[in-house]
């Protein structure tokens, strides 16, 4: 469906009413700026903004609603076929709409402010990416997952290989994107510094330096979501995992409905960045001990160091304890996921926390989940069933430690396929005061529980209080 210049639409009003929506008039653009002038009305091509240089958006094209199958996909994608040639590339980009393989964009959430970009005029619409010296510093090979098409659905394996692989298309104009970059940092913590003079850690000057510093591989990853494959995590019908997202996103992607032969959809919202301790390729040796923490995100703790939770304590153990399998001779992950609140997001999380502080008798551990619930709905939508995609990715069949405690990651990890070997929980004294509310909840419920603590009585969790409001 489109609507051809002059942009007009009708549109239902009372009953027995029609009017004429008149895009132009209602959207009309504004005055050119000076600072915008070029010579002979040309428009520079390449990067805007740092340096003010830009232009007014000034489209001359029709709005497309939606596109439909007849369109066709002249570059169509094979998901887990055995060759990048044979998937062919992910096109998600809106530069040349027709070669388009895939609904939705790039860069997830983000997408929305570079549509801010190109309407303010600080950025060109038909801006494509100079991806020269942009390749990976390591080498993250295949690994027999990627050509299973049930393995990994949820990112494209070949996200960091665009170069490599789909540089004939480059070459022919097709503007295709990384969805996963891979890059070599060194972090810093306090907690790291601590834990050296603590004598847990001890520098080697190439993994660990004296300051604390730690050497890493660290990947940024975009979701690319092989719907048919989701679906099926979900034990659902593609059908109904279609309608329920367009729905559910007030209708922000008409293909989902319309367009039946596209298969591969990048979802807008928040990636996942994965850091690597030791050689990366030890990840796909099984012989090589590995330790890993999946972790989700937790702005509150993990930045700020709220203390009524144990993000930020588990995330600096699960770094610890990859540290010390490296110097060990094998190799740490940590995944780290933008599900913000357990998906619920901070608004929400917010609210909760008030809502258990308020509620008659305290903030305890038995009412821990119900309270979530009744604020959002449901207690967590995190789905860990997409989860253990970037491991698979990394090439790793065996965890020798998993930092965690929740069997909804150590059951999604071990379902598809990986072996676990032991399950670490966090220790007594990482554990934030206001913060033990949560974990005596999780383990009344069902989460792990280290065998020291399996003898005592569940219902002596139900003691656990926190703070009220007042005593901040």
Not at 20 to 36: G, H, I, L, M, Y
Request: glycine share 8%; with cysteine.
């Amino acid at each position: 469906m489109s609507l051809a210049a002059p942009r007009t639409l009708v549109v239902s009003g009372s009953p027995g009413e029609t009017r004429v929506f008149n895009f132009e008039a209602t959207f009309s653009p504004v005055a050119k700026r000076d600072s915008d002038s070029k010579e002979d009305g040309k428009v520079e091509r390449g990067a805007w903004g740092g340096d003010k240089r830009g232009a007014e958006y000034k489209p001359t094209s029709h709005v497309v609603l939606t596109t439909h199958p007849r369109r066709g996909c002249p570059i169509p994608v094979a998901w887990g076929a055995s060759t990048a040639a044979a998937r062919g590339p992910v096109i998600a980009t809106v530069t040349k709409t027709k070669l388009r393989n895939a609904i939705g964009t790039h860069n997830g959430s983000y997408s929305v402010y570079r549509s801010i970009a190109v309407a303010a005029g600080k950025m060109d619409p038909q801006f494509k990416p100079d991806l020269h010296n942009t390749s990976s510093p390591v080498v993250i090979p295949p690994s027999p997952s990627w050509f299973d098409p049930k393995r990994i659905v949820s990112m494209d394996p070949w996200g960091h290989l665009i170069t490599e692989n789909f540089g004939t298309y480059l070459k022919d104009d097709v503007d295709i994107r990384p969805t996963i970059a891979v890059t070599k940092a060194h972090i810093q913590m306090l907690e790291l510094v601590d834990a050296m003079e603590k004598g847990r850690l001890e520098a080697d000057n190439k993994l660990l330096l004296t300051d604390g510093s730690v050497a890493t591989t660290k990947a940024a990853i975009e979701h690319v979501w092989y719907l048919p494959g989701v679906a099926a995590r979900f034990g659902i019908t593609e059908a109904t995992l279609r309608r329920s997202m367009f729905e559910q996103t007030g209708g922000m992607f008409p293909e989902l409905i319309t367009r039946s032969d596209i298969n591969v959809f990048l979802p807008p919202i928040g990636g996942q960045t994965v850091y690597i301790f030791g050689p990366p390729e030890y990840c796909r040796d099984p012989s090589k001990k590995c330790t890993v923490r999946v972790h989700d995100e937790c702005n509150g703790s993990d930045v700020f160091g709220s203390d009524i939770c144990t993000c930020r304590p588990y995330l600096i153990h699960g770094i610890e304890e990859c540290v010390k399998t490296a110097q060990e001779g094998g190799v740490g992950v940590i995944v780290y996921f933008r599900k913000e609140g357990r998906s619920l997001g901070e608004v929400t999380k917010f609210l909760v926390y008030n809502a258990r502080k308020r509620q008659e008798g305290g903030d305890r551990a038995e009412t821990y989940f119900h309270r979530t619930a009744c604020v959002a709905g449901v207690e967590d939508m995190r789905f860990q069933e997409l989860m253990p995609d970037a491991l698979h990715w990394l090439g790793i069949t065996k965890i020798d430690r998993l930092i965690s405690m929740s069997d909804m990651k150590y059951n999604a990890i071990t379902q598809s396929g990986i072996q676990v070997l032991e399950r670490v929980a966090i220790p007594d004294e990482l554990i934030p005061a206001d913060a033990h509310v949560e974990i005596d909840a999780k383990m009344f419920a069902g989460y792990y529980v280290p065998e020291d603590k399996k003898a005592a009585d569940p219902t002596e969790l139900l003691g656990t209080t926190g703070r009220n409001l007042e005593d901040y």
